[in-house]
C-alpha cells in the first residue's frame, strides 16, 4: 500500500469518526491533513506525468510550485493545531502521531527518523497503533525503522 492509499484509508477511517465525541477536533484536524497531503501526492504524480509526457520539468515546476507550497502551509497550520490541541482519548493521541510519523518520512526521507531520540516517540506510535487497532495506518516504511 502507498502512501496515497494510505491517505484515503485515514480520510475513509476519520469520515466514519464524524459524530463520534472522542477527540472530534483532533479527527478533524487528521482528516483535514491526509486531505492536504493526498492532494500534494496528487499535483506531484501530475507533475511527473507530464514530464514524461515531454515537457520540460522547469515550466512545469514554475506552474506547480505555488500550489506545492500552498499545501505545504497548510500542513503546517494543521500540524500546529494538532500540536496545540490536547487528546482526551488513546484514539485522539494516536491521530496525532499518525500525522507525526507521515510528516517526519515526508520531511527526511525513507525512515524518517534524524535522532536516535525519535525512536522513543516511534515506539510509543507504534504502541498506539496497536492498541488502538489502527496498525493499518502504519507508514508503509515503519518495517525499516
Known sequence: MDDKDRYQRL??????????????????????????RLHETNLTAEAY????????????FEEYEPRWCR????QTELAKQAASTQATTLRG?????????WEAV???G???????????????YLD????????????QNDGAA
Open 71 to 74: 499545501a505545504d502551509v497548510r
Open 49 to 60: 506525468a507530464r514530464r514524461n509526457d515531454g515537457e520540460h520539468w522547469s515550466d512545469l
Open 106 to 108: 515526508a520531511q527526511s
Open 110 to 124: 525513507d525512515v524518517g527518523f534524524d535522532a536516535r531520540h525519535d525512536l522513543f516517540a516511534f515506539g510509543a
Open 11 to 36: 480520510i475513509a477511517l476519520l469520515d466514519g469518526d464524524k459524530g463520534k465525541k472522542h477527540d472530534a477536533v483532533i479527527a478533524k484536524i487528521a482528516r483535514d491533513y491526509a486531505k492536504s
Open 93 to 101: 493521541v494516536t491521530y496525532k502521531l499518525i500525522i507525526w510519523r
Open 128 to 139: 498506539l497503533l496497536r492498541l488502538a487497532e489502527l496498525n493499518e495506518l502504519a507508514h
